[in-house]
């Protein structure tokens, strides 16, 4: 029976480490497009560089993530922010997709929009896993942020 309790344990363990790691991946994707592939696109559609430097003024939903956090806590539950935030990125996603590359002012309406909806479900994760962890596991879970890097 031990042996049952200790493996289901782990199971739970891992399975939140997975889940985790998946919501910072998908919540860190749009950043990486904006930082690694949204300057090589603004340069082929003939940008300066100045401009394009300027398009880092797209991640200011992220610098004020800390303003909404108390909304966040107060209007709706985690599940609901996570859930919400996901389907959104998923529509913008999709949207973006039908845009084309012709349209280089709407893609970076969708940039903004994609970091407004990360930056808002970022917090929303990072506060689910603080219900999720133990206060002892905070600090051994950091590996799952390597996926908003990767």
Not at 26 to 45: A, C, D, E, I, M
Not at 65 to 84: C, E, H, Q, R, V
Request: proline fraction near 3%.
């Amino acid at each position: 029976m031990a042996w049952l309790l200790k493996n289901l344990l782990f199971f739970k363990m891992a399975s939140s480490d997975v889940l985790l790691f998946l919501l910072y991946f998908g919540q860190g994707l749009p950043y990486g497009f904006q930082v690694k592939l949204l300057p090589l696109f603004l340069r082929k559609h003939k940008f300066s560089l100045s401009k394009v430097g300027l398009s880092r003024l797209l991640s200011l939903p992220w610098i004020f993530k800390f303003t909404i956090a108390p909304l966040i806590d107060k209007l709706w539950s985690l599940n609901s922010w996570i859930t919400l935030g996901s389907l959104i990125m998923a529509v913008i996603c999709f949207a973006s997709a039908w845009v084309g590359e012709h349209n280089t002012l709407l893609v970076l309406f969708w940039v903004l929009w994609m970091n407004i909806t990360s930056a808002v479900q970022d917090v929303a994760v990072d506060a689910y896993a603080i219900c999720l962890l133990e206060p002892s596991d905070l600090g051994k879970n950091t590996f799952t942020t390597l996926a908003w890097i990767v």
